[in-house]
């Protein structure tokens, strides 16, 4: 039997900072895997290419900067050395495109939603309503508003 595997979208948002400890609690407890993952959007500025390719470059290097300290934080909580990807072009097609390439390590999709009443983040709500379907794996979503002891608690 495989181990499971913790995805967790790293966009340092607060909430993404919620997804990623009770992930990092759930793949100690379970003695399972993380796999981090961060996305570079598509440039959509008219430029020339070597300034498009500056825009892109700073992009991914804030990206890999992201995931370094993220993978930092999962590495002193659990002892675990989380998988890294950086995946460029639109967020929910990437996403889903790594679950369904990664299937048989992916086993659970970890997002927090947002505080905001208006809506629960745009991935969460684009997953739960136009790409449903689309996704193979348990989605587990986290409350934004949870405590770092809540979220110990219910890990």
């Known amino acids: 039997m495989s181990k499971r595997n913790f995805l967790v979208v790293i966009d340092g948002t607060d909430e993404m900072q919620i997804a990623l400890q009770f992930a990092c609690i759930r793949a100690k407890k379970t003695e399972g895997q993380l796999t981090l993952v961060s996305f570079i959007e598509p440039i959509d500025v008219l430029t020339t290419k070597s300034v498009s390719d500056i825009m892109k470059n700073e992009a991914r290097e804030e990206a890999e900067a992201m995931l370094h300290k993220a993978s930092s934080f999962a590495k002193e909580e659990t002892g675990i050395t989380a998988t890294l990807h950086v995946k460029e072009g639109e967020l929910i097609h990437e996403l889903l ?56 608690l219910l890990g």
């Open 97 to 152: 495109k790594l679950i369904e390439e990664k299937n048989d390590n992916v086993t659970e999709l970890i997002l927090a939603a947002s505080k905001d009443e208006k809506s629960p983040g745009p991935i969460i709500s684009s997953i739960t309503t136009k790409n449903y379907y689309k996704l193979n794996v348990p989605l587990i979503i986290v409350p934004g508003s949870l405590t770092s002891d809540q979220i110990k």
